[in-house]
DNA sequence: CTGATCTACAACCATGTAGTTGTACGTTAG
DNA sequence: CTAACGTACAACTACATGGTTGTAGATCAG
């Protein structure tokens, strides 16, 4: 299991990330099926260097992770990174039900000064 | 709310709007209060104009919407748009999920050709 | 061993992005 | 009305990113 806390730049880097769609396709691929970097660029329609580079870039944001098999490196996604993400987006949510209880005691509270 | 159909450019922008610490910053401010432009630009340490184009990347994403207000904008969070992306990522786990149904089916089929 | 395959990496180009400054315009305050 | 304020937008710089091609090192097949 990976560490939750995350610091600024990873949390930059995850979704970075995540904002292309081809990442986004790459990622869900080797979540279900672990697959080596050629496998992977011949169902994108660029260059093998490029579909590389998309890995590297993934790897960096802890969402895949290689390992050497022969002379390919099976690429795996990792499923805790995210997770991760999805918890940190949990926290804006919890920071929007927090203002709700706010406003609810603003409600509650007899209108003060209510110079209208 | 928010149509929850969301097409592969709007997941993009929705994931590089949140890849930048001060953007983040602003969507967690204007999630509780909502903030006119220049009052969030006095808590960062870039101009105003910085400041702008960061409020314009995040309305672009849908994390936030401004209204008039005399001459001031004042910005306030869509909570929708952060339940859409962790909704994406919630699809994700569905299919790492879906991967151990099927490593479970692999690990309960006798082993065929188990030539260790 | 030799040739084909998989990967890594560097160099390069085009484009986008984050920041700046400057200018212009509507709105509020006095 | 005039001055100050809040915003919008354009132009510019610096740098990151997504793509390319080319080269080189490991590893596998025959």
């Known amino acids: 299991m990976v560490v939750d806390q995350l610091d600024s730049d990873e949390v930059d880097r995850l ?3 995540l904002a292309d769609p081809t990442r986004r396709d790459i990622v869900a691929r080797v979540l ?3 697959t080596s970097v050629s496998v992977l660029a011949e169902r ?3 260059s093998f260097a490029a ?3 998309h890995v590297a870039v993934l790897e960096r944001a802890g969402l895949v992770s290689k390992r050497p ?3 390919e490196r099976l690429v795996r996604g990792d499923v805790d990174a995210i997770r991760a993400a999805a918890r940190l ?3 804006y949510e919890e920071i929007w039900r927090a203002r709700i209880g706010r406003i609810e005691d603003i409600l509650a ?3 003060e ?3 209208r």
Chains 1, 2 share one sequence.
Do not use: N
Request: zero cysteines; proline letters at 4%.
């Open 44 to 46: 994108y329609a660029m």
């Open 113 to 115: 000064g209510d110079s």
């Open 69 to 71: 098999h022969g002379r």
């Open 32 to 34: 279900t099926h672990e």
């Open 109 to 111: 509270a007899p209108a």
């Open 51 to 53: 579909v590389q580079k």
């Open 15 to 17: 979704f970075a990330a």
């Open 89 to 91: 987006l949990d926290q």
